[in-house]
């Protein structure tokens, strides 16, 4: 095989070669885009057998695609899963799986500190099935163990947190969830596979918006489960029969930006600490939420269950709104846009990004003050991100009366 046994390779090699090589046509070097929608067969037998999965192949775009097939087992390396399979979005993927896995009568166990369209599930749509919901501080390791002990079909961590970038201890959490029979899932999308392993952590699913790091520019959506090949057939069947499948366009924009993933995390990380520090000691900022700082509340869990501690950080600025209002125009270089993980910084307050489903006071309520930006790093020279951010403070300083740092 060409590239030797990837899945004994290091994870930059992974994310080149994984999955890849069967794929590859007539001397290609990448993966072609295949948009057939049916797989024709001369033999209905050999048919047959591929549509009942006994024979591997495809028979309809809505069940599997061989540009989407790569895609998945690329992702399936580079977590270390026995299997996976993609959604059409982050959102199909998180709501995939939950919807697959639950019944009417089950109870979940989860963080207040999760992304919106996540914490929207939570309240507002399993509720609806009779499903009972759970949010637990998100920090507070004893109240989640006391209440998954208290019985729970599903423990579904998010780590570190959007856009809070609050740390949980997934080894701890996995095995007290294990020891009463509970499913862990979690959402690995700011961490990516370069920063963390959950199911090496003891989680039996993890989760990825592939939109963001994953694919890394910002062109293509898309989701993606990985973990044990029993329950990853079930949230594949979920998923085939409701539709929620992710194009092979997007699958191969997907496949390209993975290439570069271990490149772009690993700069994208340190530039993301040396921002963190930064700003950690402006005076116009009043608190930056990244666990990379030892003032962190679990930066010592971070440490221990992560290698960089990721591209994304929060901060809070002094002057409330109107600061904020000042600010983000000002930046050079970034995108006021809802979304992350890109080689470009985008920035913006979770009102129009992360939780802008709710309202002030839900944001409120989950601790995420309307002073709050989240800032996703790019790829970009870090010092001239930092100049960026001290002409937009300086901005602040001036056109805010109330402000006489």
Known sequence: MRGGDTQKAQLGTRSVWAGEDAYLLQGATQVPVVHSVGFGYDDLEEWQDVALGRKPGHIYGRNTNPTVQVFEEKVRMLEGAEAA??????????????????????????????????????????????????????????????????????????????????IVDLKRLAGAAHATGSLVVVDNTFATPINQQPLALGADLVIHSATKFLGGHADALGGVVCGPQDLIQTIYHYREINGATLHPMSAYLLLRGMKTLQLRVRRQSASAETVARFLASHPLVEHVYYPGLR???????????????????????????????DFLPSLHYAHLAANLGAVETTAGPPRTTSHVECTAEERAALGIPETLIRYSVGIEDVDDLIADLAQGLERVRHVSPTLRI
């Open 85 to 166: 399979t993609s959604f059409s979005t982050g959102m199909a993927a998180i709501s995939g799986t939950l919807f697959s896995l639950l019944r009417p009568g089950d109870r979940i166990v989860s963080l207040v500190d999760t992304y919106g369209g996540t914490n929207k599930i939570f309240s507002e749509f399993l509720p609806r099935f009779d499903i009972e919901v759970v949010l637990c501080p998100t920090t507070n390791h004893e109240r989640i163990i006391r209440e998954v002990a208290a019985g729970a079909k599903i423990l579904y961590l998010e780590s570190p947190t959007n856009p809070t970038l609050k």
């Open 295 to 325: 003032t962190h509340e679990n930066h010592d869990i971070a440490r221990r269950q992560m290698q960089q501690f990721g591209g994304v950080l929060s901060f809070s600025l002094a002057g409330g709104f109107e600061a904020v209002r």
